[in-house]
C-alpha cells in the first residue's frame, strides 16, 4: 500500500501522492479549523464524548498496537493504562514537542502544517485519561509555530471543542502550549517536566515514574506529537484497523524525516515495513544519492541510534532485506543493527569523513549533557576532547579503544538514557569504521 | 538598556504575564517562568540582567537563585547584550553534511567576526546553534523568530544586505 508523502522543497512544498493517516489531506490546505472540519476533522472527539467510555478509547488505542513515536517506541496503550486513577490526585496529559534530535524534523511539520491533528489527539487522548489541564511543551526556537498552535487552539475553543462541557459530555478541559528555552535534555519526560515546572532541565531519577509522579507531583502522560496525532484515526477506524497496517508488532505508519546527501529531502509518511533500499533509491521517496554519489552510511532514527554502512543498512548480517520497521532496523544487536528511533534518517554519501561527523556528535552531546551526572557530564567531554585530537592528527592508536571504553563506562550508569544516546553514535561508528579513524593516526 | 530606566513590563506585556500565570495550577505559577523569561528578554534589550532577573522573580513570586538557575541553564537566554541581529547558524551534523561549515566560514570572513563575536558597530552577533530541527532544508539559520533555511553563499548575502538595510 501506497501512502501519503510530502517532500520539502525550500520553501515551496511540492506534493507528490495520496493520502492516509498522519499526513492525509496536507494537499487541501486543511491548516485552517474549516477545512479541515470539512475533510472530517474533529469526528474522533464526536464519536469518543458521545459515545465512547475513557476505558473504551484506550482499549481501542491498546489494539491499535501503536507504539510511542518520539524515540523510545513504549506501547502508548500500555502506557495509558499505567497511569494511576486511583490517587485522587489531578491527572495530567502532557505532548512533547520538544523534537530536537538531531536528523529530526517531523513534529515540527506536522504542527506547522496540520495543527487541528494533533489538537484533535489531545482532547481525545485528554479524555481517555481524564485530564482537565493538558500541556504542549515545544521547544522555543520554534516560536512562530507555538503561535499558529495558540491560534488554531482559540478555534477550537470558539467551535466548542475545547473548553467547559465539551458537546454538553460533561467533559472540561483546558489545552496550553508552554514554550521551552533551547535544550535537547528537556525532550527527555522527566527533564521536560521539571522544565514545564519552571526549573532546570534536570532528569528525575526514576522509579516513581510519571504515571504515578509526574507533574506537580501528580499522575502523568508524556506523548510524542506523533503518537498523539495518530489517535483520532484510530479512534474514527478502530484499532484493530489500525493494527493491520504495518508489518508485525510495527504497526500503523511512521513520519520519517529524511536528510543528508539524498535527491529528495523531506517528511515522509510511510507504512511500517518498507524496504530500506526502496525507501532510500526510489523517486517517490528520497530519490537515490545526490550527485549520482554512491552510499557510505545510514543513521536510521536520529544521531543517538547506531550509524550503519551501506551493506547493512540495505541488509541485515543475514542477509534479510532490511525494512523501515523497530524489529527490522534492531535486527542484528548493537553488532549489526541500529533502531528506528525517532525517524530521522541520516544518509551520507561516499565523500563523507565519518570520523569529522562522529567528532561533531559528541560535540554536540558534550554541549547538551545536563551535567547531573558524572559518567555522563565527565563521559561527554572526554569523547569530544579524544575525537577532537584523533582528527587533528594527534591521536593514539589506543585513543581509539579508549573512545570505546568511555561509552561503555557511561552506558547504563545515568539518571535517563542520555548517556546511552551519547554513546552508541561513537562505539557504533568506531565499530563499522575502525579504518577511518586509524587512517588519521598516521597522519 | 541605561540601568536607571526603571524595569517594568508595559500594560500590555504584564496582561499577557497575568494571562500565561493562569495558565499553571494555582500555587505553581512558577511554571510561567521560561515564558515570562522570553517575554522579558524581548523587552528589556535583548538579554536578561540581574535587574530583569530580580524583576522576574518579584512578579512570580519566587526566589531570585530560581530564576538565575533557569537563565543559566537554557541556551535561547542570554545574559548579556547582543548585536542587533543575532544569526544562530546551525552547526550540527546534518547541516555539516550540507555545508553549514562554509556558512559558517563565509559569515565570518564577510562580517569579521569569530563565531561567539559582535561586529563593532552592534550590528551581528554570529553565534553557532544546535540542530533546530530543520535539517531537511540544510544548511540553516535562525535570525530572530525566522528560520532562513536553504542556505547558500547568495541568500546569505541577501540576507545580510536586507537586514543592514531594514536598520
Ligand atoms: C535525551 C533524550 C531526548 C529525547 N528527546 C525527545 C524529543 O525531542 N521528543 C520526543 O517526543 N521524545 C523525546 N525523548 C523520549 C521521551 O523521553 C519520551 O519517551 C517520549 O516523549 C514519550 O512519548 P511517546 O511514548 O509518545 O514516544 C527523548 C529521550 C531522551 C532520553
Ligand atoms: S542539524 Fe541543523 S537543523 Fe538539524
Redesign the interface.
Known sequence: MRLQFYV?S??NPKLIMTTHILLKDIENDIFSFQEYQLRGGYASVEKALRGMSPDDVIEEVKKSGLRGRGGASFPTGMKWSFLDRKSGK?RYLVCNAD???????K??YLMEMIPHRLIEGMIVSSYALGSH?SYIYI??????IAKKLEAAIQEAYQHGYLGENILGSGFSM?L?V???????ICGEETALLE???????NPRLKPPFSATVGL?GCPTVVNNVESLASVPWIVNNGGEAYSKIGIGRSTGTKLI?????INN???YEIEMGLPVEEFLYSSDYCGGIKDGKALKAVIPGG?SVPILPKELILRTAAGAPRLMSYESLMEGGFETGSMLGSG?F?V?DES?CIV??TW??SR?YH??S?GQCSPCREGTGWLEKVLHRLLHGQGKQKDIDLLVDITKKMEGKTICSFGDAAGWPIASAVRHFRREFEAFLTK | MPSEVSIEFKPETMSKVTEIIA?Y?DG?Q??????V??LAQKEFGGYLSTEVMDYVAKI?N?QPI?VY??AT?????RLKPTGKYVLEIC????C???GAEAMMSYLEEKLGIKLGETTPDGMFTLLG??????????PMM?VG??YC??LSLERLDEIIRRLKKAS
Open positions: 520539502l525550500d520553501y489531578p523534537e530536537s534530535e538531531p536528523g529530526t524534523f513534529d515540527r489541564k521547544r522555543g526556537e520554534l516560536m512562530w483546558d496550553y508552554h514554550l521551552g528555552a533551547g535544550a535537547y522544565s514545564l515546572e519552571g526549573k532546570r532541565g506537580y524525516s529524511a536528510c543528508g546527501h529531502p523531506g517528511v544521531s530521522g541520516i551520507m563523507t569529522r561527523n561533531n556528535f554536540f554541549h547538551e545536563c | 495558565r495550577p505553581f512558577k511554571s510561567a517562568l521560561l515564558p523569561l522570553h512570580l519566587i530560581e538557575e533557569v541553564f537554557y541556551t535561547m537566554f552547526q550540527t551534523g546534518p555539516c553534511l550540507m546553534v544546535e540542530c533546530l530541527a530543520s535539517c531537511g532544508t540544510a535562525q523568530e525566522t533555511e536553504n
